[in-house]
């Protein structure tokens, strides 16, 4: 009875019909012929609710299910299906409320629609995660009614289900695909600049049309009577570390995702990239201590391990100790390796501060350091300035774009690969720094 009562839920009609009868009695007072009709009314009110609940409590009604992956994707959209059955001979009305998890701090999610007798209603909703972790879905509510819509019945189904939100793999899978395409250098999408090739020798092959005449091996032309090339290929089974730091300056957020989430999605993506390429992937996180450090591999399963590292990351507030990256550097990667180093630096003084560290390691390592521009900065400096106070701003949000340029060519000019990037094309562009390395023969 306790389930019934709680399953059980009267529509606005219901209570509409109960104020209007209200009304009759109330008027019956000046006019006696309402009294009976109020009567009248109040009896098929009843008999009508009657008939509604037991039509709707009859049989077990409506069954759904949610759908969920077995992982979300950081900052991307994300499908939640949802199946209903009805188990009625009669078309019923359905309200759909899903509770969401908490992080995406929504509470007025409702769908209404109407599934025919014995059919069934199947769809799709996205939902966009901005932080890694555990989210927990609540109660799949629906509430069915038939026809007259003056009693409801609820069901719950689904409870508590979990889904882990892991770095951005939809946004790996989309970046393998173009890195592997021989059309990605279309312009806004991806740009490769291939100085020169490696010197890694591959193969003497018949010369055809398209081959660079630089690599003709003119003794192997004498000796077979056609003109014959060398074949390169890009150097393999190279230490590639991305190296990622989680101190407060990575807290910053653009469009409700932090830098270190950022920089977490890129890491994966362009791991993947370099596992493709043959390359051994490697991880480091530090701030004020070393946080992760998985040794670099070409082994198939270490993608697997790059993202379950990335998935446990977290920044807290405390200030990077480059010194402590150094010292475990050169104690733990012996060999020369690319490290792509995610950070940033928002004053010419906290460059200048770390500088002696970064030219350490680039004196062993081939070290990229990647930070990023200020795009609400850029947004300012975009605007037009209608008062003095913000033509003072602008003026300082100028300088502080034109020191983000300052600190790139501060670092190029003491030997330091860098990429300065907006947040959202940090994975790109860090992929063709990439690809521009390799294609040189930096490594």
Same mark, same amino acid.
């Given at each position: 009875?306790?389930?019934?009562?709680?399953?059980?839920?009267?529509?606005?009609?219901?209570?509409?019909?109960?104020?209007?009868?209200?009304?009759? #009695?109330?008027?019956?007072? /000046?006019?006696?012929?309402?009294?009976?009709?109020? /009567?009248?009314?109040?009896?098929?009110?009843?008999? #009508?609710?009657?008939?509604? *609940?037991? $039509?709707?409590?009859?049989?077990?009604?409506?069954?759904?299910?949610?759908?969920?992956?077995?992982?979300?994707?950081?900052?991307?959209?994300?499908?939640?299906? +949802?199946?209903?059955?009805?188990?009625?001979?009669?078309?019923?009305?359905?309200?759909?409320?899903?509770?969401?998890?908490?992080?995406?701090?929504?509470?007025?999610?409702?769908?209404?629609?109407?599934?025919?007798?014995?059919?069934?209603?199947?769809?799709?909703?996205?939902?966009?995660?901005?932080?890694?972790?555990?989210?927990? %879905?609540?109660?799949?509510?629906?509430?069915?009614?038939?026809?007259?819509?003056?009693?409801?019945?609820?069901?719950?189904?689904?409870?508590?289900? =979990?889904?882990?939100?892991?770095?951005?793999?939809?946004? *790996?899978?989309?970046?393998?695909? &173009?890195?592997?395409?021989?059309?990605?250098?279309?312009?806004?999408?991806?740009?490769?600049?291939?100085?020169?090739?490696?010197?890694? #020798?591959?193969?003497?092959?018949?010369?055809?049309?398209?081959?660079?005449?630089?690599?003709?091996?003119?003794?192997?032309?004498?000796?077979?009577?056609?003109?014959?090339?060398?074949?390169?290929?890009?150097?393999?089974?190279?230490?590639?570390?991305?190296?990622?730091?989680?101190?407060?300056? *990575?807290? =910053?957020? %653009?469009?409700?995702?932090?830098?270190?989430?950022?920089?977490?999605?890129?890491?994966?993506?362009?791991?993947?990239?370099?596992?493709?390429?043959?390359?051994?992937?490697? &991880? +480091?996180?530090?701030?004020?201590?070393?946080?992760?450090?998985?040794?670099?591999?070409?082994?198939?399963?270490?993608?697997?391990?790059?993202?379950?590292?990335?998935?446990?990351?977290?920044?807290?507030?405390?200030?990077?100790?480059?010194?402590?990256?150094?010292?475990?550097?050169?104690?733990? @990667?012996?060999?020369?390796?690319?490290? =792509?180093?995610? $950070?940033?630096?928002?004053? @010419?003084?906290?460059?200048?501060?770390? +500088?002696?560290?970064?030219?350490?390691?680039?004196?062993?390592?081939?070290?990229?350091?990647?930070?990023?521009?200020?795009?609400?900065?850029?947004?300012?400096?975009? $605007?037009?300035?209608?008062?003095?106070?913000?033509?003072?701003?602008?003026?300082?949000?100028?300088?502080?774009?034109?020191?983000?340029?300052? *600190?790139?060519?501060?670092?190029?000019?003491?030997?330091?690969? $860098?990429?300065?990037?907006?947040?959202?094309?940090?994975?790109?562009?860090?992929?063709?720094?990439? &690809?521009?390395?390799?294609?040189?023969? &930096?490594?």
């Amino acid at each position: 009875m306790i389930k019934f009562f709680k399953s059980l839920y009267f529509t606005q009609r219901v209570f509409v019909a109960l104020f209007s009868i209200a009304a009759i #009695f109330l008027f019956s007072y /000046w006019f006696e012929f309402l009294y009976v009709t109020g /009567w009248i009314l109040a009896v098929l009110l009843i008999i #009508f609710l009657l008939l509604d *609940m037991v $039509t709707l409590f009859k049989n077990k009604g409506i069954t759904a299910e949610r759908i969920l992956p077995e992982k979300f994707s950081n900052s991307d959209e994300n499908p939640v299906v +949802l199946k209903l059955q009805n188990n009625y001979k009669f078309n019923v009305y359905c309200e759909v409320i899903d509770e969401l998890p908490v992080q995406f701090q929504k509470r007025d999610f409702l769908k209404t629609f109407q599934i025919p007798a014995r059919g069934n209603h199947t769809f799709e909703y996205l939902v966009r995660p901005l932080h890694r972790g555990e989210y927990i %879905f609540g109660k799949l509510n629906i509430y069915a009614s038939t026809q007259l819509k003056l009693v409801k019945k609820r069901k719950v189904f689904d409870e508590d289900q =979990m889904v882990k939100v892991y770095p951005s793999f939809i946004q *790996m899978k989309k970046l393998d695909f &173009l890195a592997i395409d021989n059309k990605i250098s279309q312009p806004g999408i991806k740009k490769i600049r291939r100085i020169g090739h490696t010197l890694e #020798f591959e193969q003497i092959k018949e010369y055809v049309a398209g081959d660079d005449v630089r690599t003709i091996n003119w003794k192997a032309t004498a000796k077979q009577g056609n003109l014959m090339v060398n074949q390169f290929q890009d150097e393999k089974a190279q230490p590639v570390y991305s190296i990622i730091d989680t101190g407060r300056v *990575m807290k =910053m957020p %653009f469009e409700g995702l932090s830098l270190l989430d950022y920089a977490i999605n890129s890491a994966l993506a362009f791991s993947n990239v370099a596992l493709k390429k043959k390359d051994k992937v490697g &991880l +480091l996180s530090f701030s004020s201590k070393i946080e992760y450090l998985l040794a670099a591999s070409s082994k198939f399963s270490q993608l697997n391990r790059v993202l379950k590292s990335l998935y446990n990351i977290k920044t807290g507030f405390r200030d990077s100790d480059y010194s402590l990256l150094y010292a475990n550097v050169k104690k733990h @990667i012996n060999h020369r390796s690319l490290l =792509m180093l995610y $950070t940033n630096f928002e004053h @010419i003084s906290g460059l200048k501060r770390q +500088l002696p560290f970064l030219k350490a390691l680039a004196k062993k390592h081939v070290l990229v350091v990647i930070f990023f521009e200020n795009t609400e900065v850029q947004k300012l400096i975009d $605007t037009e300035a209608e008062s003095i106070p913000a033509n003072a701003h602008q003026t300082i949000a100028e300088q502080f774009s034109y020191d983000k340029i300052k *600190m790139a060519k501060e670092l190029q000019r003491n030997g330091i690969q $860098t990429v300065l990037t907006k947040p959202e094309e940090l994975s790109i562009n860090t992929i063709n720094k990439y &690809l521009e390395i390799k294609a040189r023969g &930096l490594l």
